[in-house]
Each structure stands twice: as C-alpha cells, then as structure tokens.
C-alpha cells in the first residue's frame, strides 16, 4: 500500500523530481564511465602499464571527492522538493498516517527515484564510457586495435557504493524534515510565504562596492607577490591572505549585487519605470538572500574549474608542441659527475664504500668516455643469457657532450650566474627560481670545440668564439630565455679568468641546446667559451652526455626493444679506478614520445572530469535555485499576466533574471581564472613556454554545452512553470 | 504576425470614452450629483447580451450561465449578488475576458470582446480593465508605489508620467503614506486600497471587483469601499463588483441578483440613502434564500 503511495507520488512529483533525477543520473554516469579508465587505457592499447594503474587510482580517489560534492548537491536538490511538499506530508499524518508510516513512503520515493537514476545512468554510462575509449585513444595518441563493448563491474560496484552513500545522506536530511516538523507547520508550508527581508539598496550597493574593492585588491597583490612555490612561511602568509580578501570579495560581491543593479537602474528613471524592469530588479533582489551565497561559492567552483582544465590542458600542449625539439636523437644517456663536496660525503660513509679497502670515490679529472663507460653494463645480468651492453651495435652516428661546472677548483664562487646576468640587464629572476639559491650556483660551462662538433652532428653551422667570444644555451623557454636574450643582444661584457667576453649571437638558439631527450626543456643555461679560457679556469666535469642516433638498417622498434631490456649498470671509473660519477636518465625518442603521450593524456583526463563534474554541479545548483525562485514567484506572475501583460513580457523578464543568475557566476570566475592563470602560466613557462591556444577553445566548447544546457534547461522548465502558474487561474 | 504590444498612442486607444484622463484635473465633488445614477446613455460602458456558459461533456453538463442579458452605463456602481455557485464569479471572468463565453456576447466600451485573439485580449485587459480580487494580489516584492506603477509601465507610459499618475491616484485615496512600504508592511485594508489605486490608476474603461471586502474587518470594508465611491464619484469610474455582503452592496447605485445562472432581479438605489438601499437588498436576499438565508 505504501508502496503503491510512493509510486504515485513519484510519478505526479514527476517535474520536482525530473530535476533531482537528471543530476543524480548525470552524476552517475560520470561516476561509472571516468572509472573504466583503466579498461578504456587497456583497449586503447597505450603501452605504459604503469599509466593505468595510477590513473584508475587517481580517478578512484578524485570519485569520492567529487561524490561529496554531489551529495551536497544531492541534499540540496531533494530540499527543493521537500519544501514543496511538506503540506502533503502534513495530510497524511492528519489522515492518521503514522510518522513512521509517512517517513516510509518518502524513503520510498527517494529509493524509487535513485534506483531509476542508477539504471539510467549505468545505461548513460556504459554509452559513454564506450565512446570515451576513442576519445582516451586520440587522448594518448594511440589507435584501437581491438575494440569491444565492455562492462566494469568495480566501476559499478564504485558507482553504486556512491550512490547509496548519497541515499542515505539524503534520507537522513528527509526523515528529519518529517520526524521534527509539526502537522500544523507542515499542513501551512504552502501557505508560509518567504520572508522577504529586504535590505536598504544603499547597504547593498556599498557592500557591492567593498566587494568589488576586495577583489581588486586581490587581483594586484596576486600580480605582485605570485604564487609561493618556495612553500616559505612569509610567502603562504601573504598568499593566505590574498585567498581569504578574494573569497570574502567575491562573497560581498554578490550579496551586494542586486541592490547595486537596483540602485543603479533605479538612477536611470525612464529605464526603471519602464516595463517590467522593476518588477526583474525586484524578483532579482528579493532572491537575494537565498541565492547570493550560492552565486559567490558558484563563481568559486567556477574559478577552480577553469583554472585547473585550462592550466592542465595547456601543460599537455605545451609538452605536444615542445617533443619534437626534445627529441633530437634516436637515444641519449647521461653521466653525472660527483662534485668536490659529494666525494667528500661518499667517502666518509663506510656503508657506501664498504669500508678498508673497498671503492673509492674521486673528482673526476676529465669526462669520461660515456660510449666506452656502456660497454660495462649488462644485459640480462644474472641469467645464463647475460652479455655486454652492446651500444656499438646499433649506433650509426654519435657525439659526446662534455659540460663543466663554472665553479674552478678550488674556488668558492661561480665565473658566471644567473642572478649576476639578471642585475646586468636588470631583469627579476623567473618566477620559481629563489634567490638564495641562485646566487652560488652558476652556468654549466662548455668548450667551443665540444659545441662545434654537437652543431656538426645536428647538420647547424659552427659558430666562431675566437679568443674572447661566448654564447649561450638554453632550451627552457621564455622565462629563462628573455634573460638570456637580452644579454647576448645587448652584447653585455663578461670577465672571466681575466678576460673580457663579448657575445657572438644576439638571441640563444633553442633548437640548438638540447643534449638529452626529454618530455621538459633540461637544458637552463650553458655558456660556450673558447677552449683555451675553459683549459685556463681549470673547471670539473658536470655532465656528459651521449646522443646517438640508430645505424642505418637497425630496425628502430628493435634497437628501442634492446635498450629496453633490464640491464644492470656498470661503474663509472677514471684511469685510475676511482669512481667519479653516476648513469643518469636515459631515454629513447620513442619513450620520450609515450612519456610526453601519456602525461599529456593524464593531465587532459583529469582536467575534464573535475572541471566536468564541477560545472556540472554548479549548473545544477543554479538550476534548482532557479526552479524554485520561479515557482515561488508565480504568483507575482500570474498578477502580471492578470494586470495584461503578454507571456511574452514574463518569459523576457524570467529569461534576464536567469541570465544575470547564470551569466554572473562566470563572469566573476573567469576574471579570478585569467588572473590566476596569468601567474601559473609564468610558473609553467619555467618548463618551457605554455601557449594558451586551441586547447581553450575545447575546453571553452565542453563548457558551453554542459553550463549553457543547464542554463537552457532551467529557461524552458522556467517558462512551463509560468504558464502553468498563468493557465491555474484561468481555468478557475 | 504578433503585434507589437507596445503602442506610443495607447492612451488614445481609449478614446471612445468620454471622461477626461486621470487624474490630472479630478472633477470637483459639487459638480456631479452625489447619487444620481447616471441613466444609460447612447452607448452603454458594458453590454452584455444573451450569454450563456456551460460547463462538462455531453453527458454531465452544467450551466453556469443561462441567458444573462444586462448592461452597464458610463459612471455607474453596479453591484452583483448571489450564493456561492450562482455563477456571479463565472458572469466576472466572462465579462474580464478570463473565461470565454459559451454563446452570447460581451460588449465593453462597444467592442465585442467574445471573439477576439489572445494577444489582442492582453492589451485589451491592461487597456480596458482593472481589477480587485479579494485577496489584493500585489506582487510582494515590490513597494505601493511600484504596485500601483505597474499596469502604466506595462503599457510604457514614460516615467515621469507614470510617477505623477501613481501619486496623485494615491493622494485621493489617502494612501500616500504606505507608497514606499512593501505588502507585508501594510494592513489587509491598506493593501486592498492600493489594489484599488493600482486597477483606476490607468483609468480603465471598466473596473471588476470580485469579493474586494471578502478578507477585511469591517472597519476595513467600510474603508475600501469608501474608496469606491470616491473612485466612482470623483473619477466617474465605472465599477462592478461582485459580492455577497448586503452591507458592501448597499454602496452601489443598483445591485443585480443572480441565481442559478440567471439575473433574478435588480435593485436601484435611486434617490434613497444607503441605509434604506441595505434594507431593501436585505429583503430580496431574505426572499431569495428560500432555502435559508444563510445562503448568501
């Protein structure tokens, strides 16, 4: 019997509920297609295993973070009908239902409702989590091979775990709308109108104007201090308040925001006096007090939302654009020598020397020969299959890169640093760079010859230093680079070993500075002096670098398969024995490309989905509020239709109220994100110049369909209430 | 093709009538005769003619109304009484366009209002009438002065115009001390004023009163129908009101009964005071409720 109550009640509430069931649907099907991810990597054949393993973690974790917000949205949604119909639940009990009885029908309901929601959205999200496998595929820049529909049961067991969680928050929040409220509130819920608190219009319009203010004041001391990335407490405090002043601003804002817009069109006599202005301005500033909190944690989200999908998506596209000059060899290794103070501490740890008579570890003298260094690595060390790394094998061409440390032996201070440069051409250090740290560490130093011959091997003309000529090397984009180009074209003097430099290019050669392959720019600055000054300041080695590209005939896949295989690494040794240095980061063309494919891939991915749920529930908020706002009007609308207005007139009025709801919120984050991410995008340009390109423009397009629907949605649901509410009296 | 609702010469639009526009010059109360009901002149403000409305399919069919037949003239304070379901509230959203006729003809101003289009009917309602329900219907969110703006910026009637309009119409009725208070700040009787003063502000060919004093004290209904006079007196708006207190139909110049859909009989006041009108009314009411005088 009850049973058939609720489903009765389900399907005349069919419009409260339709609200409540579109986002609960909508938010199941995300919940359920973003964690196949690690299905939809799996099919898409994307070759790092690692890949789907972390992404489904992370996914799994950002799930439940994002199904709290949208239980919030949940419970939000479902006081929307409750409001709505405390008076029939009023009646039953005046029937003489019981109160058990009265909270069993609407847990019911609620259950009907979820249960609908979840096949709903299961169906949805089995749809869409079939098309997003092509959409992860081109994500990662891979092909299909072998595609079939899927079914993930834990991503249906997480999906339903989430569900029933938002339930039973919800039905919580309902039965004690039911257990607390007395019959006589309930049964005269419908009649209670809202208070309308108004507020003077001057008040509000000052908060407005503080709000405003506070704002501003953010945006400049943002601009000015940055971001703190050194994590120093002044600098978090500085930032925590800027945080605080915006939240607080954007808050006054909008409680301020309709007695402004009020005020000000109230100034403008023929505007206000005029239709059914005042009437929008009014309903706009009697709403006021319900929706100006939402608006301002909406402009937030909104803010979040932007910032993190295009930040992240213009990560991946600036490492997309930047791969190719990254790679410029089929393979690259490294070899990192340890420094005076590094032997020092090695040495006098006897668990890393073994004790008497065990390693030895030393400065280098000069860079070893890396190529004949790789000869001592094994290949299948510890089977009966074990040999010789075997480099030589499939190496056609090579070169060597040899740099040094422009700290002299001996000698306390750098020849030549960054920090000295910044004050020669009076420029700020790079955003992210401290100064404390910059100050004792100097350019990587490199032979004119050594330089000349890389130049060679890329197919560039050599450059000529002569006797007192240099040039600098960089590949870390615009940060570093603006620097860097402003003292080799303002021709700065350098003084190093008693002799003065003048430059012999006037900007830094990016395509020409990378030694390694790599997904970032490695390379942040490298000063090339002539041979005879590098042999006179007596520096130790740094780095060298072996690029290498495959011998003709070698199959590619092959020789990337070789170097691929688990080997154990060999000492690095001078004549004399001693170690001096350590294997760095090695890295074929082909896993830099899968590395760069698959970050790209991730940052997109999750991107979308939290910038995607969070518009989403914002939308839905808005919605709601909307909805409800609409229907707690209409009978201010069906006076106005009564008075003779035309529908036309009322759905014009309804259509500018929802507008300034929608359109506000957005105007609001966007101006928070652009100068939000006018900060980031300097932070990221230290890994090597962002381009805020096309990727907005997708991002911007995924927007507007999912807030722009939302909006739509609410216009037309907006206007059916106002004409039922119109069409109610005329039938009387 | 939609018309534009927004006409630059609406006020000319009501045009056929007489009486000057509101309430710029309101007439002296020593010229016009306190009581006189104005006879029907040429053309009668309202004119209805042989209506008929039924309600429900073939086989369960109500009348409303069977055959009503009256008119009303220019100036006239007519009132309509009957039970509940005598059809009095179906003859009022008949007459103001809300409902439409089943057969017959409703004339306002001489223009047959049974047939026409929706969105002619819009502009004809913000034009022709004005409207008193019994519970003030006033949009809460907006002040007295807004409320009673609101049917002249509909029409969009330029600003300041609308504002010397709203203020001289709340001077008259004594409610220019509530003008920038919001409904919920007024008393029931001060909200139905400002009812009043927004349905005569545009100066309307024809003002619907349903139940007006159905929700105030007495004190209060005295008031509000004080008002009414003053409306009718000063203005010579032309008034119907529907209601089924004897007491607030003794202020009219004449009173139509209805009973099952039909008129059954008419009242004028005549000369008499309003006292000896109410004992008349009292009488035809007592005859009326055969059934029990409670009735009405």
Redesign the interface.
């Known amino acids: 019997m009850l049973c058939k109550l609720a489903l009765g009640n389900v399907r005349r509430a069919g419009r409260d509920y339709l609200v409540y069931l579109l986002t609960l649907t909508l938010a199941v099907t995300v919940f359920y297609a973003f964690n196949t991810i690690s299905i939809q990597v799996d099919l898409a054949d994307i070759a790092s295993e690692g890949l789907a393993t972390s992404l489904g973690g992370i996914i799994s974790g950002l799930t439940v973070f994002l199904a709290i917000v949208m239980g919030f949205l949940m419970v939000y949604a479902n006081n929307f009908i409750m409001k709505r119909r405390k008076k029939e639940f009023g009646l039953y009990q005046v029937l003489g239902m019981s109160r058990g009885q009265v909270a069993r029908v609407m847990a019911l309901e609620t259950f009907i409702v979820s249960a609908a929601a979840l096949v709903l959205g299961i169906v949805l999200g089995l749809a869409l989590s079939w098309l997003m496998t092509f959409f992860t595929a081109s994500l990662f820049k891979t092909q299909i091979a072998d595609f079939h529909f899927f079914f993930s049961i834990s991503a249906l067991f997480i999906t339903v775990v989430c569900l029933l969680a938002i339930f039973a928050v919800t039905l919580v929040f309902n039965l004690r709308v039911v257990a607390r409220a007395r019959v006589i509130d309930l049964m005269s819920a419908g009649r209670q109108?809202e208070?309308?608190r108004?507020r003077n219009p001057w008040v509000a319009a000052a908060v407005f104007l503080v709000g405003l203010a506070a704002i501003v004041v953010a945006y400049v001391r943002l601009l000015n201090d940055g971001l703190p990335y050194d994590g120093s407490p002044e600098g978090m405090q500085k930032f925590l308040i800027t945080t605080v002043t915006v939240v607080i601003g954007t808050i006054l804002f909008f409680f301020g925001l309709s007695g402004f817009l009020l005020k000000a069109l109230q100034a403008a006599?023929?505007l206000?006096?005029?239709?059914?202005?005042?009437?929008t301005m009014?309903?706009l500033?009697?709403k006021v007090n319900t929706v100006s909190f939402s608006m301002a944690m909406i402009a937030m989200l909104l803010f979040l939302a932007i910032t993190s999908v295009t930040a992240g998506m213009s990560l991946a596209d600036v490492m997309n654009t930047s791969v190719e000059r990254g790679t410029p060899v089929d393979y690259t290794t490294v070899v990192v020598y340890y420094s005076g103070s590094t032997v020092d501490e090695l040495n006098a740890d006897p668990t890393v020397t073994g004790g008497e008579g065990g390693v030895v570890f030393a400065e280098a003298e000069e860079p070893v020969d890396v190529m004949e260094m790789s000869r001592r690595q094994t290949v299948n060390a510890g089977t009966d299959d074990a040999q010789p790394f075997d480099l030589a094998s499939i190496a056609g061409s090579s070169i060597q890169v040899d740099l040094f440390e422009s700290t002299p032996r001996g000698a306390d201070m750098p020849v030549v640093n960054l920090l000295d440069l910044c004050e020669e051409v009076d420029e700020e250090l790079p955003q992210g760079i401290d100064e404390t740290g910059v100050s004792g560490l100097g350019l990587t130093v490199m032979r004119e010859s050594n330089y000349n011959e890389y130049l060679r091997f890329r197919g560039m003309d050599p450059i000529v230093l002569g006797e007192d000529g240099y040039t600098i090397l960089s590949d870390m984009g615009e940060s570093v680079n603006r620097i860097y180009d402003k003292v080799l074209g303002e021709g700065v003097e350098l003084t190093i070993g008693g002799r003065v430099l003048y430059p012999v290019q006037d900007r830094v050669n990016e395509d020409a500075s990378t030694f390694v392959n790599a997904m970032f720019g490695m390379n942040s600055g490298t000063i090339v002096l002539p041979d005879s000054l590098v042999d006179q300041l007596d520096l130790p080695p740094y780095q060298s670098y072996l690029m290498l590209n495959y011998a003709d005939g070698v199959n590619p896949d092959d020789a990337d398969a070789y170097i691929g295989e688990y080997r154990e690494y060999g000492d690095i040794t001078d004549t004399a024995g001693n170690l001096v240095g350590a294997w760095g980061v090695e890295a074929t063309r082909t896993s830099t490309y899968e590395s760069v494919d698959s970050m790209n891939g991730l940052i997109s991915y999750l991107a979308i989905y939290i910038g995607f749920v969070l518009v989403v529930a914002c939308a839905a908020i808005l919605t709601i509020q909307q909805l409800s706002g609409v229907s707690d009007?209409s009978k201010?609308y069906r006076?106005?239709a009564?008075?003779?207005?035309?529908d036309?007139?009322i759905s014009h009025s309804v259509l500018v109220q929802q507008t300034i709801f929608f359109v506000f919120p957005v105007v609001v984050g966007v101006a928070h994100s652009i100068v939000a991410l006018s900060i980031i995008i300097d932070l990221v340009e230290v890994f090597g110049g962002l381009t805020i390109g096309g990727t907005v423009g997708f991002t911007t397009l995924i927007f507007l369909i999912a807030y722009g629907g939302y909006f739509c949605v609410t216009y037309l649901m907006s206007k059916g209430i106002v004409r039922d509410a119109i069409r109610t009296?005329?039938a009387? | 093709m939609r018309k534009q609702t927004v006409q630059a010469d609406h006020i000319d639009a009501t045009a056929p009538r007489v009486h000057m526009t509101l309430p710029t010059t309101p007439r002296g109360g020593a010229e016009a005769p306190r009581h006189a009901a104005p006879a029907a002149t040429a053309q009668p403000v309202l004119d209805v003619r042989h209506v008929e409305k039924v309600y429900g399919a073939r086989n369960n069919v109500t009348r409303a109304l069977a055959d009503v037949s009256f008119t009303v003239a220019r100036g006239e304070f007519v009132g309509i009484m009957g039970a509940s379901g005598s059809g009095k509230s179906t003859l009022l959203n008949c007459i103001s366009t809300i409902d439409a006729v089943t057969s017959g003809n409703v004339l306002v101003g001489g223009v047959d209002v049974t047939g026409m289009k929706s969105s002619k009917l819009t502009k004809f309602r913000r034009e022709q009438l004005g409207f008193i329900f019994q519970d003030s219907n006033l949009l809460d969110t907006l002040t007295a002065r807004e409320n009673i703006a609101l049917p002249l910026t509909i029409s969009r009637v330029p600003a300041a115009e609308v504002l010397r309009r709203v203020e001289a119409t709340a001077q008259r009725l004594s409610i220019a001390e509530v003008l920038d208070k919001y409904p919920y700040q007024m008393s029931g009787g001060q909200q139905q004023r400002v009812a009043a003063a927004r349905a005569l502000v545009t100066d309307p060919a024809i003002i619907m009163a349903d139940e007006p004093t159905g929700a105030l004290d007495s004190k209060n209904a005295r008031l509000l129908l004080e008002c009414f006079e003053t409306m009718n007196h000063d203005y010579q708006a032309t008034v119907l009101m529907v209601t089924h207190d004897s007491f607030a139909a003794s202020y009219t110049h004449r009173v139509l009964f209805i009973r099952d859909g039909r008129i059954f009989t008419e009242l004028r006041r005549g000369s008499s005071t309003r006292q000896a009108f109410f004992e008349r009314i009292m009488e035809v009411v007592a005859m009326m409720g055969g059934e029990g005088s409670d009735a009405l």
């Open positions: 109108n208070a309308i108004t006599r023929g206000y006096w005029r239709g059914l202005n005042m009437v009014r309903q500033a009697a009007a201010n006076i106005l009564e008075l003779g207005t035309s036309r007139e009296r005329h009387q």
